[in-house]
Structure formats: C-alpha cells, structure tokens
C-alpha cells in the first residue's frame, strides 16, 4: 500500500522517519484490538468484553477508565484556561521522550518511558515559554514549532530504533496510534498512581487551581504560591498525556483532553460541575471506545474512544438544557406559538370591546378581518386556542373560555400599560407607542406589571382612551360577572 | 506646590506611623524599557487617594508593582512597613474588569467567595462563615439578588459590583483598584464611589487608578499625578491646578481644554 521500497529515502533520516510513522499506522489499525482473539461473531465477544473475562480485556478497560478519569479532569482547566492547543502541544512533544525511554535498555520499561516521556514535555512547554518570552513570536506560534518540532524528533528517532536489531519487536510505534491490548500490568499501576496523584491533588487545591485558572493576579495578591500551582498543574497535565499515549496514541491524546472537558462545559455553569460531568465523560468514552473496538476484528481503540467522546459532544451539542440547539429551537418555537395564541385572543377581546362586550362570541369572519388573516389561517389559529382549552367554538363562532378570557385581558392590560409607560415616562407621541408594545406585551412579567402599575398610578385609560382592564376584570368570570366589571369603564373613545 | 520634589513627598505621612504604602525609587521596565521611573511615595493612612495621568502613564503598573504582581528593576516597596510579601494579606485589589474571561464557569458566589482565599490559607475549604462574609459584602453592592448568577450574564456595572464585592471580602486595610469606574453607568458610580468613601472612613486606605478629570476633584481626598514619574502627590486641593495637571499631561489639546474647564468651575 505505501512504498516504503526506495532505499534512496530511507537513508534520509527524516523522511524514514515519516515512513515508518505512515507504515505503523497501518500496521497498527490492522493490530489495534484488544486481545488476539480470532471469533467474530459481535455478540460473544461483547458477552466477553461485558463479563471482563480477559485479562486483557480487564487492563484495556481499566486503563481506558482511568485515563478518561484524568484526560477529563485536567481537561477542564485546559478548556476553561483557553490552552487547549498547549494539550495538543505536549501530546507530540513527548514523543522523543518516549523513544529515548525506549533506548534505556531496549525494552518496553512504562517507568523509564514515563520518566523520559514526561521529561521531554516539559522541556517543550518551557521552550514554549522561552521562546514567547524572548521574541515577539506568540504563543500560538511557538506551540506550533514545539509541536511539530518535537513531533518529528520523535519520529526520526522511533525510526532509528526501529533499524536496529531488537527494535521491531519493541511495539514503540504504537506510542503513536495507541493500542489498548498492549496495556499490561505494569501500565496499570503506573496509571492507578497517576490518576490517584491528579485526582487527589486536584480535589485538596481545588479552590487554589479555581482561583489560578480565574484570576492569577488575584491570586498572586492572596499569596497563593500561583508559579507553583500553575507549573503543577502543568506537571499533572504531562503525567496524564504520558498515561494516554499507549491508549490512544499521541496523535489522538489532546482529543481525550479536550472533548470530554468541552462536553461538559456546554452542559453546566460552575467549574466543579464541569469536572465531574468532564470525568464521568472521559470514563464512559474510554469504555465505549475500549467496547466497539473489541466487537469486530481489525478495530482501532484510541479512535473509537475518540468518536466515543466526540459522539457525546455531538448529543450535548443538539440537546444540552437550555443551551443546546434542540431545546433553543423548541423554546422559541413555544413562544412563537403562545404569541400568536395570544394576538388572537387580543382580536376576540378587541372585538367584543368594540361592541361593549354585548355579544360573548365573535364570528371567524370578524376574526379574520380583524387579524388581517385568510379564514383558513384564522381557523388554524382558533383550532390552537381550542387545543389549549382557552375557546369553544360553535359552528364558526368563537367564544372564550375563563382562563381565556383571563389571558386575553391580561394581554390587552399589558398593551396599554406599556403604551401609557411609553407616553408618560419615556415622553413618546401616543401614535409611535403601538410597535412596541406589540412586542412587549407578550413577554412582561408579573413584577413588571406591578411596577408598572405603580409608577402610572393605577391609571385606567391608555393614550388612545381606551380603558386598561383592571385587574379584577383579568380575574373575573366571563359570564355576566365579567360584563358587569368590564362595562363599568364605559364605552371606549 | 510641587510635590515631585522627593523630600517634601517624603514627609507627607506623620513621622514615627506606619505608612500604609511606601515607595522608594521604584523602577519598572518592560524589556528593558522603563516605564516607571524611581517613584518615591509615602502614603497617609486613611485617605482616598486617586491616581490620575494619561495613557500610558503607568498607572496600572505602579500598582502592580507595588503589589509585586510585576518585578521592579530598581527600588523597594514597604506595606505596613514590612516587605509586600510578607503583608499581602493587609491588601486588597480590584484588577481591571477585563483582566478576567467572563464566560469562566463560575457564579457571583463564586467569585466573591475567592477574597477570602487568602485568610483561608492554602488547601482549606471556605466556612459558613466565609459564606456569610461574601453574602454580607454582596449586600453592601446591593448584588445579594444575583449571589446565583453566572457571571456572563451580567452587566458591565454588575461585574465591577462583584469585583468590588470580592474585594470587600478581602478585609484589607490597604486597596488598590484598577478603573473601578470603566464602563459602569451614572448610578453605579455613586454607589461605588459611597462605599469608597464608608472604607475610607472605616480608617482604610485606597489607591484608585481615575480616568475623568472633572469628577477627581470630587471624589478623591488625595491625588498622585502620574506620567512615567511622580508629577504630584498630595492632598487634592494642593495637587489640582493648572500648572500641574499641565505638567502631567503635556501637550494633549482635548485633555488640556478639559483641564481649563474642571479648573475654572473649580475656581468660580
């Protein structure tokens, strides 16, 4: 599939580098699941996953729980920080870290590769800060350098290892890629000491790592030792992309860290709620990442726990409370609809008025004149009112029920306090008044009504004259009680 | 007067009384450009002290040097007497509203609980009665009714309420305040510069970076003009004349016009 034949490139460092790189990937999509079981029937390996009857299977899913643990938590504050490219960052820069861990004694050793891996990353971040610090290059610019500097450092010296004798069978390129099967033991209790140390850590500063993320000068002046938290948490945040590495490979590591974290954010507004939410993220992505792997043959884990984390993105994203673009469409959608509701029942009343509320009932004709409608609109628009119990409907009259009456009144009474607020205190001429509080009548509150109320002095009559219903009216009866009341204002000018 | 003149700047704290700011030859560089420099300053307790110059006077960065937020290239800063950072928890700060993302995902709670960050101590959680404390000083901003608001949802005025809050919380003999008053409307500037006045008579001392001319007249006690060095420093009947806010703000036509005006209603 890639030619990796021409002798003439290999001898270039770099570009074997890149060879290799493009080689291991499809070496590793082909090697990337869990176990070397060979049954394909979907339903007995998930029967296999669900038992956690494989040792492999037991250290691929904890593994991929523990991580999304930390990815999701530190996450957070990348997210929250806006340093989400400093994750992606330290995912590559680790990379030559990681090969010279390997050259300590030729062999998979997860302590000296931690070790070096986490060395590396920092020696990345602080080039980072040198170089922003020194230059007039910013920050964006010197993470792109690092990134792919260190990235392909990394790269040329995996491929120089790789030519030596006991290179191929070191798995070192899966640092790249990931692999969840080549979890052992030993990962395990690296990663149990990571995810216990961040956790921990994070759980007794949590108001010190809050106030840093905020406001580092505030905390400064509260004498927190800021340069230390901000460097531990960047410590932290190297452990957890070193623990990541062998799971979804360096290439996908700064998605676990940003995607649950993101997730979270859009679901809730306080920091400790988005940690939780980004954890518990982290943990379900890894699992359904480590679980769709595993049913088929020749599935990736690193991927799919990334798809996984994105899918849920994708669900907060659509149908978050409040903020997803589900419930957003629907709310308006609502209120589209209580407002037209609510202009019909403004023309049924404003009809009646006219007549001084002799008749009860108006005709879809009236109604239709009235609302400068078609019938067939107009008739819709009376069917919603009957739907929500605010008419009845005789033939093709249309009569109002109490509760709506009650809103028809209210809404009339929130017109004309509106437009009498608009002529008294704001000094508009009674003939521009109207747009507004067309709109307005529709979306003020209970207290707005009150004050509103108070400042005109309980006034009865709007700028055209025409009287407000009084309260009384909005909470009376509509039959014969509510003639009584209402007529007592006289007939309109 | 002119009080750039060192000795007599020098003098104007009651010998043998803890100065609650002092100040000497204090130099700030950014990369190696100066843009402080040796500011002398001796600070009565007690006063309400506004810092006026113009753009680029360093105003913001002589508060946060002396809040050692920012290193000095030359001078020392002495809080009480002592070393800023031996007594940084004798000082409060309201930083500029923009220092701070507000979409962070905190509330109004939140945010003022963090003042008392600092008398907590490291890794100790806040008491019921730091919850009360920072419910106390949202009342006095009058911003209690909004203790479980995120704090995008705000108004500008509202966000410097809570900063204000924040740093009420503190408890600190000594402030420092970064524009409290950019971009906040008519009546937010009364209620602010109200409880200015209530700390100032509670015996605090307050340093406030000012941007209008016309009312530092009214509300400081005290005025330092700043460009780059100390023009004046001084009680503000002695400070706010022509010839020195002159000095302080050369040759800018808009500002000096402006000066001329808050000068003559003042002498009328």
């Excluded at chain 1, 508009?428 to 509103?452: F, N, S, T």
Aim: charged share 20%.
């Amino acid at each position: 599939m890639i030619p990796l034949t021409s002798s003439s490139a290999r001898q270039f460092l770099g570009i074997g580098g890149l060879f290799v790189g493009l080689n291991s990937l499809t070496t590793t999509l082909c090697a990337a699941r869990i176990g070397d079981i060979t049954e394909t029937v979907w339903q007995a390996q998930a029967l296999r996953f669900l038992t956690l009857a494989d040792p492999s299977v037991r250290f691929a899913v904890l593994g991929t729980v523990l991580l999304g643990i930390v990815c999701g938590l530190l996450g957070g504050f990348l997210v929250v920080r806006r340093m989400s490219l400093v994750g992606d960052a330290l995912s590559h820069a680790v990379l030559p870290g990681v090969a010279l861990g390997f050259l300590w004694n030729m062999e998979k050793d997860p302590v000296a590769i931690f070790i070096g891996a986490t060395v590396a990353g920092l020696l990345g971040t602080g080039l980072v800060h040198l170089i922003t610090r020194t230059t007039r290059l910013k920050e964006d610019a010197a993470l792109g350098m690092i990134l792919a500097g260190f990235f392909g450092a990394g790269l040329c010296l995996m491929s120089m290892f790789q030519r030596l004798p006991t290179g191929n069978k070191t798995g070192i390129d899966k640092f790249l890629f990931g692999q969840a099967s080549a979890i052992g033991a030993e990962d395990i209790r690296l990663m149990t000491v990571v995810t216990v140390l961040v956790l921990g850590l994070i759980c007794v500063g949590y108001k010190e790592f809050l106030l840093v993320s905020f406001d580092p000068g505030f905390s400064k002046v509260c004498a927190l030792p800021t340069r230390w938290l901000q460097h531990g948490l960047m410590l932290l945040l190297t452990f957890s992309v070193v623990i990541a590495l062998q799971a979804v490979g360096a290439v996908l590591v700064s998605a676990m860290l940003i995607t649950p974290a993101a997730t979270a954010y859009l679901l809730t507004d306080r920091m400790h709620r988005m940690l939780i939410y980004g954890t518990l993220i982290g943990m379900l992505s890894g699992v359904t990442g480590a679980f769709l792997s595993f049913l088929g043959t020749h599935l990736p884990t690193g991927p799919f726990m990334v798809l996984s984390a994105s899918g849920f993105f994708v669900v907060a994203f659509f149908f978050a409370p409040n903020r997803g673009v589900i419930p957003r469409w629907w709310m308006a959608r609502s209120q589209r609809i209580r407002i037209v509701r609510e202009n019909t029942l403004k023309a049924v009343y404003q009809i009646l008025e006219n007549e001084e509320f002799r008749r009860e009932s108006v005709s879809l004709r009236e109604l239709a004149e009235r609302r400068r409608l078609t019938f067939d609109e107009v008739f819709r628009e009376v069917r919603s009112l009957i739907s929500v119990n605010f008419a009845t409907a005789v033939d093709d009259s249309v009569a109002l029920t109490p509760s709506g009456w009650q809103r028809a009144a209210s809404i009339v009474r929130n017109h004309r306090l509106w437009e009498l607020y608009l002529t008294h205190a704001v000094q508009m001429a009674p003939d521009h008044v109207h747009d507004d509080a067309e709109k307005i009548e529709h979306v003020l509150g209970e207290d707005a009504v009150r004050q509103l109320e108070r400042r005109l002095e309980f006034a009865d009559r709007d700028p055209h004259g025409r009287p407000i219903p009084a309260v009384q009216a909005i909470h009376g009866h509509p039959n014969g009680s509510r003639e009584k009341r209402v007529t007592g204002y006289g007939k309109s000018s | 007067m002119d009080l750039s003149d060192r000795s007599s700047s020098l003098t104007t704290a009651p010998i043998g009384e803890e100065s609650p700011l002092e100040v000497h030859d204090l130099t700030v560089a950014y990369r190696k450009k100066p843009v402080l420099w040796g500011v002398d300053l001796r600070a009565p307790a007690g006063k309400l002290i506004g810092i006026l110059g113009p753009n680029g006077a360093g105003k913001s960065t002589l508060i946060k040097a002396c809040m050692g937020l920012l290193p000095a290239s030359a001078g020392w800063v002495k809080v009480f007497g002592k070393p800023i950072n031996q007594s940084l928890l004798r000082v409060g700060y309201v930083p500029q509203r923009e220092s701070v993302d507000w979409d962070f995902p905190v509330n109004v709670m939140d945010v003022v609980l963090m003042g008392r960050y600092g008398k907590l101590g490291l890794f100790r959680r806040p008491t019921a009665a730091d919850r009360s404390c920072a419910r106390d000083c949202l009342e006095r901003v009058k911003m209690l009714p909004f203790a479980d608001r995120q704090i995008s949802n705000l108004s500008g005025g509202q966000q410097q309420r809570v900063f204000l809050a924040r740093a009420l919380a503190q408890e600190s003999d000594l402030y420092f305040m970064d524009e409290p008053f950019a971009g906040v409307d008519a009546a937010t500037e009364t209620a602010i510069i109200e409880l200015l006045h209530e700390l100032r008579h509670q015996g605090k001392t307050l340093f406030v970076v000012h941007h209008d001319l016309p009312t530092a007249r009214n509300y400081f006690d005290w005025l330092l003009l700043l460009n780059m060095r100390v023009v004046a420093f001084g009680p503000t009947e002695h400070v706010f004349t022509y010839d020195l806010l002159q000095k302080t703000y050369g040759g800018r036509l808009t500002i000096l016009s402006e000066v001329a005006e808050a000068v003559r209603v003042k002498e009328a």
